[in-house]
Structure formats: structure tokens, C-alpha cells
């Protein structure tokens, strides 16, 4: 529902009842994963997907009923040999479809969709299994632990449920959890399921170059909150960098060493100088981040890791540098190499091999719980 959040602002706003249908558990191979959402309202209009076209029919057809009846739904759609082309997956997976009819003056539905539609942190856990008089049932829970709505059980189940989504929260995970009716912390008769909103991650680009320009643009297009920093006033301009949220003047490392950093933050080294890259990297190849790539030839990287262990980084430490940064895609222009650089910061936080899948073997898609991937190694230059 989450997933839908600006649309749906617009909806409560214009005071139009609807019905969300939520992606709460994929199985195998599935074009979108646990959060993805479509929207009816009472005229018939749609907003967003479940399953990339597959499904979106009989999704719409289980929308309408919702709407007209108030009455929660989960199904199950799957592949099916005899009829893969009707109402199935033909990708081969199993998605479980969550229904819930949403009227506009709904308290903990409006509050959720607001706090998410801004940018907040809040985490929105709904009964996606169990009695049939909880099912569809919300509770919105805020980072600090406070929580609104009810689950229309007793009051243990809430505050279970309030505590397991804020622990789901803090670390920006969307999924399912188990507890029991009576609210134990175990396995029981309800499921919750739990989508969590955390404000967009941080993508740091260093250095104000003309490949900074694209990848700027490449990092709003995948959903980061993009920031721009070069030690030089007269490159890092609005004029030369419109799309980026954040424009810094500084020293990188100083600038790194005073800003806000998360296990989700990518940082990018454009400037392939020593005399900025040094420091920076010393810096960031100690910090708990998602990603660290740095630009240049394969001799500057030579020169680079040599002077890292000249002031005392360990193999361990240089093991995570990206670099040369991004996937060999013949890439030349500004652009391309932006797109080879983006698709490196994908590949190594979902788990991606950067390999054609063409030919392979590997999963098409990877880890959809919300965890961070590994981190594979770079294997090419941009």
C-alpha cells in the first residue's frame, strides 16, 4: 500500500473510497515483490501493480468486490500447467494477494499513507492471516515505538505486533511475521504482514565532473537522495548539477566525516586524484555503508591502493573498494558509463552477478526480504 503512497494521498484528499491489493508473500520467480500494490476506486480507476500484467485482471475483479462488499480477501495466484496463460504466473512463481477495502476517513490508512507520501519513517502492519474478523486489520507504528489503530484483539497482540514492526523499521525491511493470538512471540495463528517506509537511501557523489552530471541522474532515476561534493566552488554549480538534491562545497573527507551516513548509503569518487581521493577513501572504507566505488584507470588503481596502505588501511578495508567502479559494458559516453556505474551499485546491494542472463543459470530475481546483499567484487572497468 506503501508502494502507491503519493497516488493515494491524492485519493484520501479527494475523498474517494477504494481497495488496495498488496503483495505479502512471493514464492519462485515473480515479476515484483512483497509491498508492490494496485489501487481501485468506486469509478473504476487504477493505480499501480502486482505482477507486471500477469494477474492484474483478476486482481482488479477481487478490487471491485472489496469495494462493494467491505470485506478484506487473500488469494493465491500461481502458475498452473493446464492454464498458464489465463489467471497464473506464467514466469512460474506464486504470489499471495492481500485485498483490503479502504474508506477516506479510515484514521490509521490516511496517517500511513501520509507519513510515507512525505518521506517519513513508519512502518504499516496488517493481519495478512489468521481469524476472519482481524484479517485487513492495521496498526501504524512510528520509529520512537508509538503506534495507532487496532488489530481488534487483545491488547498483548498489539503491542506484540507494535514492537516487531519497529524492529522490522529500524531496519527498513518490508515482510511477514508470525506470532501467536494471544500475542506470544512465536509462531501462531496470525501473520502479519509489515511494510516499512524509511526516507530514500543516500547516493554521494564526489567530485563535480561531467560523468557526475549523469550519474546524478542515474541515482534519482533508481530512488536516491542524491548529493553532489567537490572542493571547487566553480564546478559544483546548480547550474551544472539541476537534478541534484544536495550541492556541497568542501573538502570530500571533511564533508564525509561531518554528514550522515547509513548501512544504505552509496558513496561514488569521481575525481581519480590522489590528493582528494586518499583522504576520502581512508575515510570511507571505514564506515558501515552499502557501497564504496571509485573511478579511474586500472594504473590510478594501482597507485591508489598503494598509497591506501601507506597510511595503514587493511587488506580487509580494501577489499570493499569498488574499483575500478562499475560493469564492463563498453560504456564511453557520460551517460553509458553513469549506466555502468549504476547497474554495479544494484548488482552488489541486491546480490547480483552482473552476468547476461542469457545463458544462465542464475536467479532472475534475488533476495526480496529487504536485506542487503553481499558484496561482490567489481570485475570491470566503466
Known amino acids: 500500500m506503501l508502494d502507491i503512497a503519493e497516488e493515494l494521498s491524492r485519493w484520501f484528499e479527494e475523498g474517494r473510497d477504494f481497495a488496495v491489493a498488496t503483495v505479502v508473500a512471493v514464492s519462485g ?13 468506486g469509478d473504476g480507476t487504477v493505480i499501480g501493480s502486482v505482477s507486471g500484467g500477469c494477474v492484474e485482471g483478476a486482481v482488479y475483479e477481487l478490487c471491485v468486490r472489496a469495494l462493494g462488499d467491505g470485506r478484506p480477501v487473500r488469494a493465491r495466484f500461481g502458475y498452473d500447467d493446464e ?3 489465463a489467471v497464473g504466473l506464467t514466469c512460474g512463481g506464486v504470489i499471495d494477494i492481500l485485498v483490503t477495502p479502504v474508506r477516506t476517513d479510515a484514521p490509521v490508512f490516511r496517517a500511513g499513507v501520509s507519513a510515507a507520501g512525505r518521506g517519513e519513517a513508519a512502518a504499516l502492519a496488517r493481519v495478512a492471516r489468521g481469524p476472519v474478523e482481524l484479517l485487513g486489520r492495521a496498526l501504524l507504528v512510528r520509529p520512537d515505538g508509538s503506534y495507532e489503530g487496532s488489530l481488534g484483539g487483545p491488547s498483548e497482540l498489539e503491542r506484540t505486533a507494535a514492537a516487531e514492526a519497529r524492529a522490522m523499521l529500524d531496519i527498513g525491511r518490508t515482510g511477514t511475521v508470525e506470532i501467536a493470538e494471544d500475542g506470544a512471540r512465536c509462531p501462531g495463528g496470525v501473520t502479519l504482514f509489515v511494510e516499512s517506509r524509511v526516507p530514500p537511501p543516500r547516493l554521494i557523489v564526489f567530485g563535480a565532473v561531467d560523468f557526475a552530471t549523469a550519474l546524478v541522474r542515474a541515482g534519482k532515476f533508481l530512488g536516491y537522495h542524491v548529493t553532489v561534493c567537490d572542493a571547487r566552488p566553480v564546478f559544483a554549480t546548480r547550474l551544472r548539477f539541476p ?10 573527507h571533511r564533508y564525509l566525516r561531518r554528514t550522515a551516513t547509513d548501512a544504505r ?24 555503508v552499502a557501497f564504496v566505488g571509485a573511478m579511474g584507470s586500472r594504473r590510478t588503481h594501482e597507485d591508489r591502493d598503494r598509497r591506501l596502505r601507506e597510511v595503514g588501511l587493511t587488506d580487509q578495508e580494501l577489499a570493499r573498494l569498488h574499483s575500478p ?43 526480496t526480504d529487504g536485506r542487503e ?10
Open 83 to 85: 492454464d498458464a496463460f
Open 243 to 252: 537534478d541534484a538534491d544536495d550541492l556541497v562545497v568542501d573538502w570530500p
Open 373 to 382: 546483499a553481499g558484496d561482490p567484487r567489481s570485475r570491470a572497468a566503466a
Open 265 to 288: 548509503t552509496v558513496l561514488c569518487l569521481l575525481t581519480h586524484d590522489a590528493k582528494f581521493d586518499v583522504p576520502l577513501l581512508e575515510a570511507a572504507l571505514r564506515l558501515p
Open 29 to 41: 520467480s515473480a515479476p515484483r515483490g512483497p509491498g508492490a500494490a494496485l489501487a481501485v476506486d
Open 325 to 367: 567502479i562499475g560493469l564492463d559494458l563498453g560504456a564511453r559516453t557520460p551517460e553509458e558509463t553513469a549506466l555502468s556505474i549504476a547497474a554495479e551499485i544494484v548488482a552488489a546491494r541486491r546480490g547480483g552477478t552482473g552476468a547476461p542472463l542469457t545463458g544462465s543459470r542464475t536467479p532472475i530475481h534475488h533476495d
